[in-house]
């Protein structure tokens, strides 16, 4: 019987936006039998945990296995940094340990995806060679000069991936991300998604964009998000229009003008397909939150909202493509 193995990783504070997230794989996926959730806990409460365990129970699945994930910055030495998030993303950067020889491939899922169909072919895709599976992100040709990428490099999105464990440990995986972080002082462009590009670059298979549609693909028509973006190598427009039209992940990344659906504020396009879960989980009898954008990210946000479409968009591109990747190489 076919092993169906996923790795989720969370702090407190995103628990219950990972629970809605595992409400969805699990309403979603009532027929893959032996599918198996590993929680990297870094704090999770025992009140989260309980109602996550909650959603197992309704769907009569065995509970999630709980790991304290490695303290990264005890493990290297270091003191390590995080572009985004906290410092829970790199503990999925160490896995092969918690997971035998029999299993051969995981699935890696952000707190802040909505499930909505089977995941089935992931675990059946041919991988050849190649040592994880994922989607594009949409990247200039800037930000890859700073993780030591040709401009033509891909760059995959971390919020969604498929490891090949055999192929992972044989490679030494785990031991290049240490060197890398090391040789980095504990600071690389988009933490882990940085480190998993720079490290396994020509060893990514590309998936279709339906596994991980983020925030970017309903921010603006595929046009306006090619200006914006200006990524290398990315995907057509009808190859984009065909993964919106039949979803099997919706990734609800932040984004500079989008609110995601766990705010009051939301703006996300699928944020009713969100709460659709949030109504039938253990967490709908606590509000939404507020969202709380401060100081030059305020400003921001409403001159973006204020000014004309053409004019937001220029001014929104230019920090996207060339401010945001020249601030990340002078402050590495």
């Known amino acids: ?14 628990a219950p936006i990972m629970g809605v997230s595992l409400l969805s794989l699990l309403e979603n996926n009532q027929d893959l039998e ?60 160490y896995i092969q340990d918690y997971f035998g020889d029999d299993i051969k491939r995981i699935l890696y899922l952000d707190c802040d995806t909505l499930i909505v169909n089977s995941i ?19 990247f ?29 440990r044989n490679n030494h995986v785990e031991s290049k991300i240490s060197k890398l972080l090391i040789a980095k002082k504990g ?32 921010e603006y028509p595929y046009d306006k998000m090619i200006k914006y973006r200006k990524p290398v190598n990315f995907y057509s427009q009808s190859e984009v229009d065909e993964a919106k039209k039949n979803p099997t992940i919706v990734h609800y990344t932040s984004a500079f003008n989008t609110i995601r659906p766990w705010f009051k504020e939301a703006t996300h396009p699928k944020t009713q397909e969100w709460i659709k879960y949030y109504k039938i989980s253990p967490w709908k009898d606590i509000p939404l939150k507020k969202d709380q954008k401060k100081g030059i990210k305020k400003i921001l ?8 479409d053409r004019l937001s968009l220029w001014m929104a ?16």
């Open 317 to 332: 591109s230019v920090f996207q493509i060339y401010v945001r990747p020249l601030k990340n190489r002078i402050f590495s």
């Open 187 to 218: 600071k690389v462009q988009q933490g882990d998604q940085g480190v998993l590009n720079c490290v396994l670059s020509g060893k990514i298979f590309t998936l279709s964009p339906d596994y991980n549609l983020m925030s970017i693909f309903y």
């Open 140 to 168: 200039s040709k800037y930000y890859r000069k700073n993780i030591n990428l040709s401009e033509n490099d891909m760059m995959i999105n971390s919020g969604v991936y498929v490891v090949e464990l055999n192929n992972w």
């Open 1 to 14: 019987m076919e092993d169906y193995e996923i790795v989720y990783a969370a702090d407190d504070g995103f």
């Open 301 to 308: 946000f409403n001159m973006y909202n204020l000014l004309p």
């Open 34 to 93: 032996n599918l198996r959730v590993t929680i990297f806990d870094s704090g999770i409460s025992n009140e989260n945990k309980g109602k996550i365990e909650e959603v197992f129970r309704e769907y009569n699945r065995k509970g999630p296995r709980w790991i304290k994930p490695v303290d990264i910055q005890q493990k290297l030495s270091i003191d390590v940094k995080t572009d985004r998030g906290s410092l829970a993303q790199y503990s999925r950067l």
């Open 120 to 138: 089935k072919n992931l675990f059946e895709i041919d991988l050849g060679t190649n040592i994880i599976a994922g989607v594009k992100d949409a």
